[in-house]
């Protein structure tokens, strides 16, 4: 792969991609354009009110998925600073140019807002719920006297068993923003690619294979032409663009600091469970060489605390940690891309950029400390149980609904016509665009998605609300 492709302008509407400005007044980069279509769009905005880890939270310090996203971005242009400053330093690539380190940079920073925008409401158990609930009833609903399940492909089938929240943001910015016409925010392929983590499909993924880019899904086969252009405009070809390799250590970074902070502040974790679980794991995983201690560190900020009489020296000293913590995974990510340049950019390299860093054992316990304490709570738990019962009970009556829209040999009763009538037009209009020319298995695999669609651009707080009137909840 190489630089000059890798950082394609090119859209799915006008321009050749051929020049990175315009020779009229407007004197923003392609990628600067790619930034205000973001910022400026409804689904963006949503992110306010989408679940981090905690839904429908009513403290205004806990993350959202709009906090988290804005946190992704800015570490993510970060990283792209620091790296594209040490491939110009060291001469890593010859080819690589002092605008090419402020394109990475203004990509990444665009790349880590809208790397979330696909999520359902309720966080990253919203898809589990969507997941769990096709498991249940894909071979329950039928469809002119036969299973759903047998009806569709195994391609279309398999999208719904692993609803994927990455290619749902893919879908929605290259589909489903449909205002000026059928090409969503027709964002530049170099930031699409960037946000494909997992450049496989449904009948490709291999959780055992060893390699990252295989454990999800990316696309959908609705979206795979889409993605296949993406692909041979970029030269990616099946491997991952490099700059995701950026995106998502800039998001593992923000999410297991962040989980750590907003889990303190709610009373998961306290100053003393994080002290000793980091000690135990420096004293188990003696690293030499490696000068930053995390438990010196928090230790030294409560010391801190202390001397400067602070009310919390708890809070204090954990609410910095976060931070200088923050700064050596930065540093870390920067050494895990650098140190592995000619993998990332033949396609071979199969890890994240913590692997075998210093941050690694870090990253796993912040990650597992996560999970032990806050994920698999009974508080969590029940706010979960309540979840699934506003999910299943949505895509129950919108699945059901859709069946037998634009069917001519399904027909819909009255309460039906009334659910499908709810759906917003934006997504309806695409639907008919993309249903165009197509046969009845098709359009019917394209109606499942436009419920997924209708169903992933709710806030947390539409949802409940939506689902409290269906309900007659007053």
């Known amino acids: 792969m190489n630089w000059e492709q890798l950082l394609s302008t090119k859209r799915k509407r006008n321009g050749s991609g051929k020049t990175r400005y315009t020779r009229a007044t407007d004197l923003r980069s392609e990628f600067e354009k790619d930034y205000h279509r973001i910022i400026g769009s409804a689904s963006f905005r949503r992110l306010q009110d989408k679940t981090q880890v905690f839904p429908l939270d009513k403290s205004d310090f806990i993350r959202t998925r709009l906090t988290h996203s804005l946190e992704v971005s800015s570490f993510a242009k970060s990283l792209g600073q620091n790296i594209g400053e040490n ?30 925008i696909g999520n359902p409401p309720f966080g990253h158990f919203g898809e589990e719920a969507i997941r769990d609930w096709f498991g249940r009833n894909l071979s329950k609903l039928t469809y002119r006297g036969k ?17 994927e929240g990455n290619a749902q943001a893919f879908r929605l910015v290259t589909k489903l923003h449909f205002l000026v016409d059928e090409r969503g925010m027709n964002l530049t392929y170099a930031l699409l690619s960037t946000m494909i983590k997992y450049p496989v499909s449904s009948l490709e993924i291999n959780t055992r294979s060893g390699d990252i880019k295989d454990k999800k899904l990316g696309y959908y086969y609705a979206d795979e032409e889409m993605f296949r252009e993406i692909e041979e405009a970029t030269g990616t070809n ?3 663009h490099p700059l995701t390799f950026i995106l998502e250590a800039a998001d593992d970074i923000a999410y297991k600091t962040a989980d750590i902070e907003d889990a303190f502040v709610k009373g998961f ?33 409560y010391d801190r605390g202390r001397y400067l009489h602070m009310e919390s020296p708890e809070e204090y000293a954990i609410k910095n940690w976060i931070v200088r913590v923050q700064g050596f995974l930065i ?9 592995n340049y000619e993998a990332i950019m033949a396609g071979t390299y199969k890890h994240d950029l913590f692997y075998q860093t210093y ?12 999970y032990r304490r806050v994920f698999t709570s009974e508080a969590i738990y029940r706010m ?8 299943d009970y949505l895509m129950d009556r919108f699945v059901g609904a859709v069946i037998g829209y634009d069917d001519k040999e399904e027909e819909m009763n009255a309460i039906d016509q009334r659910m499908v009538s709810f759906i917003s037009s934006n997504y309806k209009n695409a639907y008919h665009y993309h249903a165009r020319g197509k046969d009845d298995v098709e359009k019917l695999y394209l109606r499942l998605l436009l419920v997924t669609d209708y169903i992933c651009g709710m806030t947390d707080s539409y949802a409940k609300r939506f689902y409290q009137e269906l309900k007659a909840i007053i």
């Open 238 to 240: 099946g491997c991952r």
């Open 331 to 339: 540093t870390c990510a920067t050494y895990g891309f650098t140190s």
């Open 384 to 391: 979960e149980v309540t979840e699934a019962v506003m999910i």
């Open 359 to 370: 941050a690694q054992r870090l990253m796993d316990l912040l990650g597992d400390m996560a």
């Open 147 to 163: 299973p759903v399940s047998e009806v569709l492909t195994p391609q279309m089938r398999e999208d719904f068993y692993h609803f």
């Open 87 to 116: 491939i110009l330093a060291y001469r890593k690539d010859p080819d690589f140019t002092v605008q090419m380190k402020e394109d990475i940079c203004n990509i990444l920073q665009c790349a880590g807002l809208i790397h979330d």
């Open 269 to 301: 974790i306290s100053y003393h469970d994080l002290l000793e679980e980091l000690t135990e794991m420096e004293e188990r995983y003696a690293q030499e060489g490696n000068s930053f201690s995390p438990s010196g560190k928090l230790k030294e900020l």
